[in-house]
């Protein structure tokens, strides 16, 4: 594990479009917050334009990519180096740091398909995999693609 520095977190489930959303603050120290959601594409993506400044996209990189190690028993290298790892579909604004990019499919698949067990034992590090869990249950039910803004 690379070993980012984690913190408390906080999850809130709240409505856009009609999608339900997972904004996430706290998962990386000096960050607002992140807002996970799903869409059926990268173009319908692109169409949610509101966000705010996202962290460095080393840092979530980092930490997205752990998890999705942890959950598949997959290489952290051979994970940052997929084509849907943390791709950029649009900016935001003018600001480099506002975005929305692509979560990998394998990580919305293990999500979903993760029991319990798998679940307490990835939340002790990564507090908030419960709700990412459900989320990506409800993009495998809608045949739709995780996203981060």
Not at 32 to 59: E, I, L, W
Not at 90 to 109: F, K, M, N, S
């Amino acid at each position: 594990m690379h070993g980012l520095p984690y913190r408390d977190v906080a999850s809130a489930v709240f409505r856009f479009g009609g999608r339900a959303e997972h904004r996430v603050t706290g998962l990386i120290p000096s960050v607002p917050s992140n807002t996970f959601f799903h869409a059926p594409d990268d173009a319908a993506a692109c169409s949610v334009r509101t966000g705010t400044p996202q962290p460095d996209r080393t840092a979530l990189s980092e930490i997205l990519g752990e998890l999705e190690s942890f959950l598949i028993c997959r290489p952290y290298d051979d994970i940052n180096v997929d084509d849907r790892h943390l791709a950029i579909v649009t900016q935001l604004g003018p600001a480099i740091d506002e975005y929305v990019a692509t979560l990998t499919d394998t990580l919305r698949d293990a999500l979903a398909s993760a029991d319990d067990e798998v679940l307490r034992a990835a939340s002790s590090r990564w507090p908030v995999v419960a709700e990412l869990a459900t989320l990506a249950r409800s993009a495998v039910s809608a045949g739709e693609r995780l996203y981060v803004r």
